[in-house]
């Protein structure tokens, strides 16, 4: 995460000094101003993230400053700081937007504290701007049935305050359904913040979802906010809930149901608003069952559930899917053969959508705008490691050996050919190819063993 360029603006040098000092010492960039006047100069032509403003200063106040930062620079956040203010300029400028308010004395502690979270909500806002910029149908790109249903599922779901449990194989395109969801959201202009519960150690979990106090285990040297607090007035995406731990899904179901928290080492209880969407690749009914997962929260998860199907449901999306990645890949899109989309079409694709767009990048980095055939792909796709488990080739047609042949020769090697193309590109599932083809299994069964397959 890229740390915010900060300004501070103060009449005292010592206070400058020894501010830029700690903050440069945590590779923060620092800029320095003697008043309000020249702050605004710099916020004006400099890329500031976090400004740090005195109350009491000369030529233009704090509070009078903080107004035009707030109206001038909104991206800004702005942390007012003053050794001679009153509870009342606290609130007035908490009110007028500033992030926090610290007394002189300045906690050097604090500072790093406050400069920390205030660039976990920065970068938040910069994804989140990101994520706004982009086209929802670019994210779930074809025209089958089955992606309508999951287009008009979650356009109707994101209008409301539900809860959602997104279910999918990995590399379906669960997280892409969690960020529209919340794009096309009433929260669309707050956080949206993923955790990863199968990324997480059990032992910080807890951390990671409410927080902790300085002090609340060895390495907890400061105070931290958790990403409920973060996500508030946002939505939060608990991706591969399923992994989640007994002990974390009691306090899950509790912050879920009261809507607030409490840090680990903390006694305050904090109020949080945030929307809850979760996903999964496992069947957590049958976790349930097993007693891996508690019922009650996976009842209060599923209020609204999402199934993404895999792409192997959906197989009148790959060649629209494939052309788009090319696209993204390369200017230039290489020359695909109808064999090749056919064969593409077939293949069964374990990792999904994100299979196919590696696979995709593949081929445009290595062959460019140049011809691609069923050689060139079987070669790719042996490379990767995604081998078929029948033949490891695109069998060759020998169209001049077959004219020196007789009628009932030809029939039977052309029998033969078709037979490991099939299976080729049925990966080498027997009911797979001998549904293709129109016969019985027991009868391709037959067929190869006549020709030796």
Request: proline residues 3%.
């Amino acid at each position: 995460m890229r740390k915010p360029n900060v300004l501070i603006i103060d009449d005292e040098g010592g206070i400058r000094k020894s501010l830029a000092d700690v903050l440069e010492d945590e590779k923060y960039r620092v800029f320095t101003a003697e008043d309000a006047v020249c702050g605004l100069e710099i916020l004006a032509r400099e890329d500031i993230g976090i400004v740090f403003l005195d109350v009491l200063m000369p030529r233009m106040g704090g509070i009078d400053a903080l107004e035009l930062i707030r109206r001038n620079h909104k991206k800004n956040e702005v942390i007012m700081i003053s050794g001679h203010a009153n509870i009342d300029v606290a609130v007035r400028a908490v009110k007028l937007g500033a992030y926090d308010f610290l007394e002189k004395p300045l906690s050097l502690e604090k500072v790093l504290t406050v400069c920390r979270n205030v660039a976990e909500i920065l970068h938040l806002r910069e994804e989140n701007q990101k994520l706004s910029t982009l086209k929802y149908n670019d994210e779930f790109v074809g025209s089958s049935a089955e992606m309508e249903k999951v287009r008009d599922l979650i356009k109707q779901a994101a209008s409301s305050e539900a809860k959602i449990l997104i279910s999918g194989e990995n590399g379906s395109g669960k997280e892409l359904a969690a960020r529209a969801i919340h794009r096309l959201s009433s929260r669309a202009a707050k956080p949206f913040v993923e955790v990863n519960c199968a990324a997480i150690p059990d032992t910080l979990i807890e951390s990671e979802l409410f927080g902790h106090e300085k002090g609340a285990f060895t390495d907890a040297i400061s105070l931290r906010k958790g990403r409920f607090e973060t996500a508030t007035g946002g939505t939060l995406f608990l991706d591969e809930i399923g992994d989640m731990s007994m002990q974390a899904q009691a306090k899950v179901l509790r912050a879920i149901q009261d809507q607030k928290i409490e840090r680990l080492g903390g006694e305050k209880t904090i109020s949080v608003d945030v929307r809850i969407v979760a996903a999964t690749n496992k069947d957590l009914e049958q976790l349930c069952r097993e007693g891996k997962f508690r019922d009650d929260l996976f009842f209060r998860l599923n209020v609204i559930p999402l199934r993404i199907p895999p792409l192997r449901e959906r197989k009148s999306d790959i060649p629209v899917l494939l052309t788009h990645f090319l696209e993204e890949f390369n200017a230039q899109k290489p020359e695909i053969s109808p064999e090749v989309l056919d064969f593409l079409s077939a293949y069964s694709w374990p990792g999904n959508v994100r299979e196919l767009k590696n696979f995709s990048q593949r081929i445009a980095v290595i062959y460019g705008d140049r011809h691609v055939g069923l050689k060139e792909v079987s070669e790719l796709l042996n490379e990767s490691g995604l081998k078929n488990t029948g033949a490891t080739s695109v069998p060759h047609f020998p169209v001049e050996k077959v004219m020196g042949m007789t009628f009932s020769q030809a029939k039977d090697f052309f029998e033969k050919y078709f037979l490991e193309y099939k299976l080729f590109q049925n990966n080498g599932i027997i009911t797979h190819a001998a549904e293709a083809i129109g016969i019985y299994p027991s009868n391709l069964h037959a067929k190869m063993k006549k020709h030796g397959l």
